[in-house]
């Protein structure tokens, strides 16, 4: 799991999230204690390092589509708040989901949380400052994407895959190295 960080709104609209991100991590929510959708929220928040919090109006439907089918069910109201705890259903809901997220992060090569076997020979300290260039770069890449769905030019553009590429090209050298291919 990430650790705690101030929530960057970035990241919010559900357009830029995978398909099934959310409800995968409101079930994975549910599954450590019944919860509110504001308190969902938040731990979803935490859990995603503070890179995305999602909406009201992205969480609200999903636990009434999740009621409705029986994901989830409505506790008696505590102090105002509406709070959910998984069904039988739903947690099988979420097994279903975990192995289509292994499935994904097989397919991408990574494991989560985000890198595993990039930080298994490595402190603490260095898996912090991987983690946090590992953020600094995903939130430079999406909010390029934005400013240039809001503001598109060629130069811009070209100047941004450019530099993707001399990054990937980098690493992947770097990768090579590692493995002996290239001296």
Avoid: C
């Avoid at 994975?28 to 929220?41: D, F, H, R, V, Y």
């Avoid at 999740?66 to 259903?89: A, M, V």
């Avoid at 400013?147 to 895959?161: C, R, T, V, Y």
């Amino acid at each position: 799991m990430f650790p705690p960080a101030p929530v960057k709104h970035w990241m919010r609209h559900t357009a830029m999230v995978p398909k099934g991100f959310i409800r995968y991590h409101v079930l994975e929510a549910l599954s450590q204690k019944p919860m509110s959708g504001s308190e969902i929220m938040e731990e979803i928040a935490k859990h995603t390092g503070g890179f995305w919090k999602p909406s009201p109006g992205s969480i609200y439907p999903l636990l009434a589509w999740l009621q409705d089918n029986s994901y989830i069910k409505e506790l008696p109201e505590e102090n105002g708040l509406k709070r959910y705890e998984l069904t039988p259903n739903g947690k099988s809901l979420l097994e279903e989901q975990k192995n289509i997220m292994k499935r994904f992060r097989e397919t991408m090569g990574f494991a989560q949380p985000p890198f595993n076997a990039f930080f298994m020979k490595v402190t603490p300290e260095k898996e912090a400052v991987i983690r946090d260039t590992m953020r600094r770069a995903g939130i430079a890449m999406f909010q390029l994407s934005s400013a240039l769905q809001k503001n598109f030019s060629e130069e811009a553009f070209n100047e941004g895959i450019k530099a993707i590429n001399e990054v990937a090209a980098k690493l992947e050298e770097i990768a090579k190295k590692l493995k002996g291919e290239q001296k």
